[in-house]
């Protein structure tokens, strides 16, 4: 069983820079694949990121590409968004995630079959 534990986040004006972590435990080991969503109050839960080690590859949603980074530590056993550039409509509680493969649709919600809690990101304009 996967267990993903977030941290990080808080909050920032516009323009600014905020990291939020997870780190992974359990049985998916370092070749999954790993992806951050977020969901802000009355909508829809969407990726932001996610990335493929088996594969050398990430992914990002067209809204934060350029802004975003996400990385992944196997030694740390942590996967990592680096977040530049925030714009208020980046507000989410941000989620990570995990799924045995990234298949063709790695930044789809339902991919993925293991959760953690999230955190809150807050940007200000």
């Known amino acids: 069983q996967v267990q993903l534990v977030e941290s990080g986040g808080g909050s920032v004006q516009a323009g600014g820079s905020l990291k939020v972590s997870c780190v992974v435990s359990g049985i998916i080991g370092s070749m999954g694949c790993m992806g951050w969503f977020r969901q802000a109050p009355g909508k829809e839960r969407e990726g932001v990121a996610a990335?493929?080690?088996?594969?050398?590859?990430?992914y990002y949603a067209a809204s934060v590409k350029g802004r975003f980074t996400i990385s992944q530590d196997n030694a740390k056993n942590t996967v990592d968004l680096r977040m530049n550039m925030l714009k208020p409509e980046d507000t989410a509680k941000y989620y990570c995630?995990?799924?045995?493969?990234?298949?063709?649709?790695?930044?789809?919600?339902?991919?993925?079959?293991?959760w953690g809690q999230g955190t809150q990101v807050t940007v200000s304009s």
């Open positions: 990335i493929w080690p088996y594969a050398a590859s990430t």
């Open positions: 995630a995990a799924a045995r493969v990234c298949g063709n649709s790695p930044l789809r919600p339902d991919n993925y079959n293991s």
